[in-house]
């Protein structure tokens, strides 16, 4: 007897080729202005954690993802404190205008004191000097997180805190979600390092240095959500997760941190849904990665850990359009940062190894330490893997050689800054990360032949922990010499 032809609903399987081509720069392009103009429609300009920028955004998500009819969407709800707004009112150094950043959940505050220059890096109680007591305490940046000090500088009765940077310019940072153990925060402000030296040298030098600082912030108990979307069909018990974080910092909208990964897995999920699978995948999208990874950490924490045992590998996305971008890799083997992934890890990298060789582009390795929100999973032994462009680091000579670009200036010059909008992405690079993610969904969601089982008893690894990372959130080293094609 004949085969009888099927007609119908059928959808063809899955193929790296289809799925790729589905991924084009004029619909990335489109979905990275949507999150800018969600940020742009509030006088914030912002698409962080609790604002209207980053509602608008996740309720736009569910909404794209139901109306492909192909995916069991939820929105996970979580609560967190959140700074929901917060302005420099006036910043006045011996009385004329100065230039600084508001550090995320500052406190507010308005005085005028004189700046009282704290020991070392103001990581201790010790460092801070009696006189810095109802006076605003002058603190570097590095070595501890920029909430120890400012909560270190309370305690010592200081009225407000201003931290400077360890390098060259300014930069923008957070105290991290209160409450602090150690304390309460004061009115906390960044400046650039030519200033906050300038400041040192003259107080030590007999001058004195008086400051107003007028910071109003609005932190208040928030409510949350990530945005799940898990396909109807497919194996359930072999199931491929990936994710991208909803959440901008409080200095802009966002859009290639990580407006561009979000952007990135939606196009694929929206493409995935023309085809036949084999194996189940569900988009994750984490809102409060930028306060240290509180969506995925969320998520993984209330797996069931049967679900958690049916997820064969996890894949983040955080900053693929970078404009000085290079190409790199999780280093999930450990060959390049000694830092490995659980068993799988290492297949995903060599994965997307391959898919930048067969793409005739160079690729580099960047270290697999727990600050986005793969740590979560590698945290609970799932293999993990991903591709990033970069972010402030600067880029090396040897990788101007590999990606082109301009050495000494950041891989992304607009990181966690004002201008990280649609202007801000290399749309080549969109594209050719967005074909990435599309390859390995095709791939995964087709077969896991030739990847390790899950090891389900694995011991919990040992990373980084996520709230000791608010500081140096995506300033990830990368091996210095990058592999050539
Ligand atoms: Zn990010």
Known sequence: MLARRQYGSQKPLVTSE???????????????QQLEDFAYAYEGRTRIIGSPGHNDTIYW???????????DVSLQNFFTVAMISGQINTFLVNGVNASGG????????NVTAPLVVVANLGCNATDYPAAVSGNIALISRGSCEFGLKSALAGNAGAAAAIIYNNAPGGFNGTLGAPPRPEGDYVASISVSQEVGTGYVESITGGANITATIDVLTDIQNTSTYNVLATTKGGDQNNKLALGAHTDSVLAGPGINDDGSGTVGILEVAKALSKYEINNAVTFGFWAGEEEGLLGSTYYVANLPANESAQIRGYLNFDMIASPNYVHAIYDGDGSAFNISGPPGSAEIEAFFENYFT??????TATAFDGRSDYGPFLEVGIPSGGTFTGAEELKTEEEAVAFGGEAGIALDPCYHSACDNVTNLDLGTFELHGKAIAAAVATYSTSWEGFPARNTTVLRRSVVKARKTHQ??????????PLLK
């Open 18 to 32: 289809a799925l790729q081509a589905d991924i084009t720069q004029e619909n990335l392009l489109a979905g990275a």
């Open 61 to 71: 998500l569910k909404d794209e993802l139901e109306a492909l009819d192909y995916y």
């Open 102 to 109: 508001l550090l995320e959940y500052s406190a507010s505050g």
């Open 358 to 363: 067969s793409a005739g582009q160079n690729f």
């Open 472 to 481: 140096a959130r995506h300033h990830r080293s990368r091996r210095s010499l």
